[in-house]
């Protein structure tokens, strides 16, 4: 499971603090040595482990948390609120566009889950949000992907705007919002090209999809599993091509939480979805909150 030893390790040292009847500022050292060291094991970036520990620290020391009648809770309290703030805080709508049609881009590098995001997406916004989608093959590099994609429509009976592997992504994109638009199809779900890793050529491809039609949205798929380094895939895609947002996949493994504690706060961009697995309804909205209880237990 997901955050498993971040878990075990937050809701021990909660536990002992929760209980006090008095908390001295020797108490919440204590308690945040403990924190710190169970964030770091759980892979998350430094610079935000010290960021969190410092704003706990200050809050938890303040005077009325020491004179509450419950200053243990108040210190978890604190720790929840603060673990929630890290991860976004609110949990952040999709953005749909006032002219039709509503363009959103999927981009992330090879293996992340882009393709199968795309189309549990699809699905997504067709049930929850009445849309009309139009799955788009531009993922022309990686073998198998167009024809992946075919059948993910085929499996969900939704329409997949597919011209094989010998157009470039730009002008398969750009033919398949002039269809959208003919077929009254309200949303257009580009799947675009990864590759193994962050270089220009991807870069410039995005940025001459991007600039067809200003997209409403651009989420980069990132692999829960690969910790720091979608860390930073998700600050040189977002430094590069300028994201709206994150979708974190295989969050049903074993991560430890690095990414998923680490991504909001160094490129200020919020996780939207969460993958919980390979089938097709498998994605779900991201709750910050939820997600801290669930790590403190
Ligand atoms: P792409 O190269 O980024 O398009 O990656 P794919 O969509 O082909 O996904 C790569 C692999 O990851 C496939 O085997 C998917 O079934 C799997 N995958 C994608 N998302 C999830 C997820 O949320 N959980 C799990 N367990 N597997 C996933």
Redo the contacts with the bound molecule.
């Keep these: 499971m997901a955050f498993e030893g971040l878990a075990e390790r937050l809701q021990g040292t909660i536990q002992r603090i929760k209980g006090k009847g008095k908390v001295s500022e020797a108490d919440v050292k204590e308690m945040m040595r403990e924190v710190r060291f169970a964030l770091i094991e759980a892979d998350v970036n430094l610079k935000v482990v010290k960021e969190f520990v410092k704003k706990v620290s200050e809050r938890a020391v303040g005077q009325d948390v020491m004179e509450s009648l419950t200053p243990g809770q108040q210190v978890v309290k604190i720790v929840k609120d603060e673990l929630t703030n890290l991860m976004g805080g609110e949990q952040s709508k999709i953005e749909f566009a006032t002219k039709q049609p509503t363009v959103i881009m999927m981009v992330?590098?090879?293996?992340?889950?882009?393709?199968?995001?795309s189309g549990k997406l699809a699905g997504m916004l067709r049930k929850k949000h009445n849309r009309k989608p139009l799955l788009v093959a531009a993922?022309v590099y990686?073998p198998a992907?167009v024809q992946?994609l075919e059948t993910i429509g085929k499996q969900l009976s939704l329409p997949v705007f597919s011209k094989g592997t010998d157009l470039s992504p730009v002008e398969i994109s750009r033919q398949a919002i002039e269809y959208a638009k003919a077929e009254h199809l309200d949303t257009v779900i580009i799947?675009t090209a990864?590759r193994l890793h962050v270089d220009e050529n991807l870069m410039q491809e995005l940025k001459d999809i991007r600039a067809l039609k200003e997209p409403d949205e651009i989420f980069l798929?990132v692999?829960a599993m690969t910790g720091q380094d979608a860390v930073n895939v998700a600050q040189n895609f977002n430094e590069a091509i300028g994201i709206t947002g994150v979708v974190l996949?295989?969050?049903?493994?074993d991560t430890r939480g690095g990414a998923a504690l680490s991504i909001r706060s160094v490129t200020d961009k919020p996780i939207k979805f969460?993958?919980?697995?390979?089938k097709m309804d498998?994605?779900e909205a991201f709750y910050p909150e939820r997600m801290a209880s669930r790590i403190l237990g």
């Design positions: 992330g590098l090879q293996g992340a889950g882009k393709t199968t995001t993922d990686r992907a992946q799947d990864g798929v692999d996949t295989k969050l049903d493994g969460v993958g919980m697995g390979e498998a994605l």
